[in-house]
């Protein structure tokens, strides 16, 4: 998804201390020349939601004080240095200095709401803002995927553009791209609330299920989606599958 913004890293240590240094799930780990050699590499998992079972749970642990409201044209600007705050920790962004992260949290908006990530469904996206009149305190972006089989290598990105009244035809299947939330913030009901909002609107459109990605490493995003109710799904390049794939095939 950012995976641009992952550095190589190589670093000039003692195989003792290599052996000590903590470890990144997004990252490979070798030794050879005297030096460690830190590669990029991201495993992206998904996810997905069934929103009327979703929807029938008694809403339990929503922020009361958070309010919510349609993300407006003015917003993106704003949104960014929100989305580096709340990324601050996670790979790729946790290893940029504050002006790249923001460069990085620009760009990765700017695509969203260009299209970049599948058509953007505005109707399901919303920003979060601290009481009635308080600053922006986190977002939910919503975006229109194929439809495809949602554990497949292919089902995240459209082969051909899609057709421009793709929502209004309900073709896809929704993706959660983006959502994040102010550090100061997090932990107290305003993922839960956006996440509310945007299943509402994406039942009223007439979708059934919400797709969303996690990267392996950001364990934030991975037991908020367990929370949420969100079922993992088989990985793409799991070798079970691939096995049973090509007993199929023969
Ligand atoms: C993931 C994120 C959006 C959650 O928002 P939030 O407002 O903090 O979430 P909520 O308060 O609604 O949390 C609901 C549940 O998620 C889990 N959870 C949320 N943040 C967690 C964290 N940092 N660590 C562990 N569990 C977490 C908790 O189990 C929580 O339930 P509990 O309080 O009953 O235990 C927020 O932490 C964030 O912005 N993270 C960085 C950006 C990111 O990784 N986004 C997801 C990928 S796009």
């Excluded at 290599?18 to 050699?37: D, G, I, M, S, V």
């Excluded at 917003?75 to 960014?80: F, R």
């Excluded at 490493?217 to 799991?238: C, E, I, T, V």
């Amino acid at each position: 998804m950012c995976d641009e913004w992952m550095p190589h890293l190589e670093l000039p240590i003692t195989f003792e201390q290599f052996q000590q240094l903590p470890r990144n799930a997004a990252y490979k780990y070798e030794y050879f020349h005297e030096r460690a050699w830190l590669s990029p590499r991201p495993h992206y998992y998904h996810a997905l939601l069934d929103l009327e079972a979703w929807a029938a749970r008694p809403l339990e642990g929503a922020s009361r004080k958070a309010r919510l409201r349609p993300v407006q044209p003015t917003d993106w600007a704003g949104l960014a240095p929100l989305f580096s705050a709340a990324f601050d920790r996670q790979q790729p962004f946790c290893g940029l200095d504050d002006e790249r992260a923001l460069a990085a949290a620009r760009k990765a908006l700017e695509h969203t709401r260009a299209g970049g990530d599948g058509p953007w469904i505005e109707q399901a996206s919303f920003v979060a803002t601290d009481g009635e009149a308080g600053p922006e305190v986190g977002a939910i972006l919503v975006t229109l995927l194929p439809e495809g089989d949602p554990s497949g290598w292919h089902s995240y990105h459209w082969k051909e553009p899609p057709p421009p009244d793709a929502l209004a035809r309900r073709l896809g299947r929704p993706h959660l791209t983006w959502i994040f939330v102010r550090p100061f913030n997090a932990g107290q009901g305003v993922g839960t609330l956006l996440l509310s909002a945007a299943v509402r609107e994406l039942l009223a459109l007439g979708y059934k299920q919400l797709a969303s990605t996690f990267l392996i490493g950001n364990d934030s995003s991975m037991l908020w989606h367990w929370r949420q109710g969100f079922q993992l799904l088989a990985y793409p390049g799991s070798w079970r599958r691939q096995v049973a794939e090509m007993e199929e095939a023969m």
